[in-house]
Structures are given as structure tokens and as C-alpha cells.
């Protein structure tokens, strides 16, 4: 019994031998795999047997492309997030060199006038490409008539609207060569002065009494027109004089005008090769028309400001984009479907080309201009199943449009270094 009592005791401790160390198995197992799982991360995910390794062409488009169907565009959205795609095995997280070395900007065309200019971003986020159209329109400064000094004015736009108008014509100006006013004194650099004077003669007695057939022989004009090219740029600053507060104040001194100029403007060097005023075609802008008699004579003031203060410091008449079309034809489209198609676009995206035994099919010939109206898939299910239309995310066709304060190319570059200074200043002010 005593020997049958110690093999049973034997064993027992045998037994219970084996399950701590199974236990302690499985407890170092989990650990490890909960270590692995906390320092592998994604490499941990990709390295379970059922994920997929390449991203599906479905899913690519989504990410890369806008659809434009019938009713509605859809994936609209862009994905930000890193992890987004991490099931696939993409990272969407964003790298700066990656960026770099993706990102281009190439230039399409030019106006003859070279007032615009159109040019393609490519690599881009949206968020990036509308604070380049939101800072060319609101945060490039410019120089504009801010002060109207009116002497006479006898025509039949009121003072207010003058000066309006005045405000609003483009000046031919470098704005970087000027300081802000802010509460400064007027002084050569930061203020240009303008001078328009203009009267119309008035008719004589003899020329009252005449009939309107001899009029019209003398061809003496009615009316005249005053234009932007009328305003005469005054370097040496203002030519109105201040009121003297005292009646009794010594005559030999000097009278104070509304500008504090120390030198002229045209001595600068800076200013020494440029002539400030109005170019063409700018200069020929109506400011008002005036009737036999009628006298306008003033003064203005331009200083350096931006179109977030005021639209007429706002160099661009407008700065907008658009995502790249690209239209697809999912299937071959021949013979008279193709005519159909080429006729359904009014932009002319489509061409038709032949090919062998007298037969024509569709190209997609023009897909730039495709305004995306839908036409093309319009009239039944079966032309939605045979083109498809799309934008491409990260592709940016920009125009801008400028006043002639400044060329579109070095607007272009001013908005890229405010926000070179804004990301700058949100890096100093986060370290």
C-alpha cells in the first residue's frame, strides 16, 4: 500500500509538472504575440495570411477619381486618413518628399495680352489649390486710389460715385516697390498722386443761335469722354494746398499740401526707369462723359492694400480651377452610335475615325474641354454602360485672370510666398 501510495504521489506531481509548464507556454505565447502586435502595427496586419497584398482597381479609382454619373458625382471625398487603405497594404499617410517629388506645375497657355494665363497642378491636395486661389484673390496687395480730393466737379456723377470709380481702375504699378500707409503721413513711398482736370467748352452765343445742320458742318462735339489715361501721375505729390488755420499766419512761409513728399518720386531709383500710371488697354476706361460746360478737377491718392480689405485691391479679375476631365469609353462605339455621340457633345470631346472596310468608330479626341454637362450619357442606360466621365483628384487646371496690375506668372509666385510666410509663422508659433 506504502508503494502504491508513492507511485500515485509520483504522478500526480508529474501531472501537475506538465500543466505549468503548458501554462507558462501559453502565457509567454500571448505575450509575445501581444508585443508583436503592439510594435509590428501595420507590418503585423500585413502579415496575417488572409489580407490582400495589392489594391483592388476598383478601390484605386475611388481613391484617385471623381464619377460623374447621370444624377450625381460620387467619391468626392479625399481620404486623408494614413490607415484608410492599411487592409490593402497602401500607406496614405502624407510624406514630403513623396510630395515633392510628384508635384509640378506646367504651363498651358498664355493671352496675347498676357492678362492670363492657364497652367495645370499636378500632385496637389484641393485643400492646397483653393489657398493659392483664395490668397491671389483676397491677400496680394496692390496699389489703388483710396483718397479722392475733389476741387470742382459739375458733371452728373456725384462725388461718392467719382471717387468709386476711381478706386476700382487698375494702376500699372509694381505694389512691392511701396510701403503700407497705415497711420503714416503721405509720403513718396507710399503714396502716388494723381491729377485729372478736365472741362468741356462751353458753346458761344453765335454758335447757340446756329442751326443744327451748321453745327454738324463745324463738327463741334457735344460731349467729350474722360478716361483712365487722363489722370496725370504727380511725382513730386499733391498740388492742393492745405487751408491755413490761421488767418494772420506768416505769408513767405511755406503752404503745407495734403503729402508729405521730401524728393520727387521720379529721382528714386526704383522709380527711375518706370512710368506709374495706366497701360493699355486699361487706360482707355471711361471715368465719366461730360456735357458742354461741365468740370471735373480733383485729386487722388493710391496706396498699397489687399482685396480682403477691399475688392479693388484684389489684383485678379478672377482666379479659379477645375479637376482635370478624363473620359473613358468603356466599349467600342461604331458606325452610326458613333455620329450619335459626336453630335451629343457640344464641346466637340469626340471624334470619329475610320477604320477598315468603310467602317467609323469614336475617339476621345478633346477631353480637356469636356465641361462634364452629361450630355454624352444621356438617353438611356445603354450610354451610361459605354462612357464613363471622370476627374482626376490631384490634377488642377488653373487660370488666372489679372486686372494688369501685375503679370499672372508673378501673381502666381507672390501667393506661393504668403504661403511659404504662413506656414512659417504657424511653425515658429507651434515650436
Not at 490761421?246 to 512710368?275: G, R
Not at 468603356?330 to 457640344?346: F, G, R, S, V
Not at 494688369?404 to 504657424?426: M, N
Request: charged share 30%; with cysteine.
Amino acid at each position: 500500500m506504502a508503494k502504491k501510495d508513492q507511485r500515485m504521489s509520483e504522478t500526480e506531481t508529474e501531472e501537475e509538472e506538465t500543466e505549468a509548464e503548458s501554462m507558462s507556454e501559453s502565457e509567454s505565447g500571448s505575450e509575445e504575440q501581444k508585443q508583436e502586435s503592439k510594435g509590428g502595427g501595420i507590418d503585423f496586419i500585413m502579415s496575417l495570411p488572409d489580407v490582400p497584398r495589392n489594391v483592388p482597381p476598383h478601390v484605386e479609382l475611388q481613391r484617385t477619381r471623381v464619377f460623374a454619373n447621370i444624377d450625381a458625382p460620387t467619391h468626392t471625398d479625399s481620404i486623408q486618413y494614413s490607415g484608410a487603405f492599411a487592409s490593402v497594404g497602401l500607406d496614405n499617410s502624407f510624406r514630403l518628399d513623396q510630395f515633392r517629388n510628384n508635384f509640378r506645375v506646367e504651363v498651358i497657355r498664355f493671352s496675347d495680352d498676357g492678362m492670363d494665363m492657364e497652367f495645370d497642378m499636378i500632385g496637389i491636395d484641393p485643400a492646397l489649390a483653393n489657398a493659392f486661389r483664395r490668397i491671389l484673390i483676397a491677400e496680394v496687395p496692390t496699389m489703388a486710389i483710396e483718397k479722392v480730393f475733389i476741387a470742382n466737379n459739375t458733371s452728373l456723377i456725384q462725388d461718392e460715385v467719382l471717387a468709386h470709380r476711381l478706386g476700382l481702375i487698375p494702376i500699372s504699378v509694381d505694389p512691392r516697390l511701396f510701403e503700407y500707409a497705415e497711420s503714416n503721413a503721405p509720403n513718396e513711398r507710399n503714396t502716388i498722386v494723381f491729377k485729372l482736370h478736365v472741362q468741356c467748352a462751353k458753346h458761344s452765343e453765335e454758335e447757340k443761335g446756329q442751326s443744327k445742320k451748321k453745327k454738324d458742318e463745324k463738327k463741334v462735339p457735344p460731349r467729350i469722354t474722360v478716361k483712365a489715361k487722363d489722370l496725370k501721375w504727380l511725382p513730386k505729390g499733391s498740388e492742393f494746398y492745405l487751408e491755413s488755420e490761421d488767418s494772420n499766419s506768416n505769408s513767405t512761409s511755406k503752404s503745407k499740401t495734403y503729402t508729405s513728399f521730401t524728393c520727387s518720386q521720379d529721382s528714386l531709383p526704383e522709380f527711375s526707369n518706370i512710368k506709374i500710371g495706366f497701360k493699355e488697354p486699361l487706360d482707355d476706361i471711361n471715368i465719366a462723359r461730360l456735357g458742354p460746360g461741365q468740370e471735373i478737377e480733383l485729386e487722388a491718392q493710391a496706396v498699397k492694400g489687399v482685396g480682403k480689405t477691399h475688392a479693388k485691391w484684389s489684383p485678379v479679375a478672377t482666379a479659379w480651377y477645375r479637376m482635370l476631365p478624363e473620359v473613358v469609353l468603356l466599349e467600342e462605339i461604331e458606325d452610326e452610335d458613333a455620329e450619335t455621340l459626336k453630335e451629343k457633345c457640344p464641346v466637340g470631346v469626340f471624334d470619329i475615325e475610320d477604320i477598315a472596310n468603310g467602317r467609323k468608330r469614336s475617339t476621345v479626341a478633346r477631353p480637356r474641354a469636356c465641361t462634364l454637362c452629361r450630355e454624352c450619357i444621356r438617353g438611356g442606360e445603354e450610354w451610361e454602360k459605354r462612357v464613363s466621365l471622370r476627374r482626376v483628384k490631384d490634377h488642377f487646371i488653373f487660370t488666372i485672370e489679372s486686372t494688369g496690375a501685375l503679370p499672372p506668372e508673378v501673381l502666381f509666385t507672390e501667393a506661393v510666398k504668403i504661403l511659404e510666410s504662413k506656414c512659417e509663422r504657424v511653425i515658429s508659433e507651434l515650436s
